[in-house]
């Protein structure tokens, strides 16, 4: 009876070893077809989902998101793609101000655009 148990862990064992040893990760890219600018495309979706009145305008605004300079701040640091796109938590599902999430078609304007990197004109 031991054996059998040794022999079943051990086709277990094999099996889980070898089922993870084609798994890979990979980034998911956008297909972007043309080359997406803050001034034409960007900066119109912003001004409707977050540079608006008790969000992302003014000096009292975490981040003035009313022109390319206040929205560039936060290029380097990945806070924009991390909040927008991978975590989604901007625009915030909580608001009641604005928009609450993203479409489709948004989001890949916002990941072609950082792909590109943030082309202003």
């Known amino acids: ?11 277990f064992l094999m099996v889980f070893i070898f089922s993870c040893t084609r798994d890979t990760i990979s980034e998911v890219e956008s297909e ?3 080359v997406i600018t803050y001034t034409d495309h960007i900066q119109p979706l912003v001004n409707g989902t977050c540079a608006y ?3 992302h305008v ?5 981040g003035n998101f009313t022109t390319y300079d206040g929205l560039a701040k936060f290029f380097d640091n990945d806070l ?14 909580s608001s009641t101000l604005g928009p609450t999430e993203l479409s489709d078609e948004e989001l890949e304007l916002f990941k ?3 792909q590109a990197g ?3 004109n």
């Not at 924009?80 to 599902?93: C, L, Q, S």
């Open 80 to 93: 924009i793609e991390r909040e927008v796109i991978r975590d989604r938590t901007m625009p915030p599902n």
């Open 1 to 11: 009876m031991n054996l059998v148990s040794v022999f079943i862990n051990c086709c």
């Open 58 to 62: 003014g000096s009292s605004a975490p």
């Open 53 to 55: 009145t008790g969000c």
């Open 32 to 34: 972007c077809l043309e």
């Open 112 to 114: 072609c655009w950082i």
């Open 118 to 120: 943030y082309p202003k």
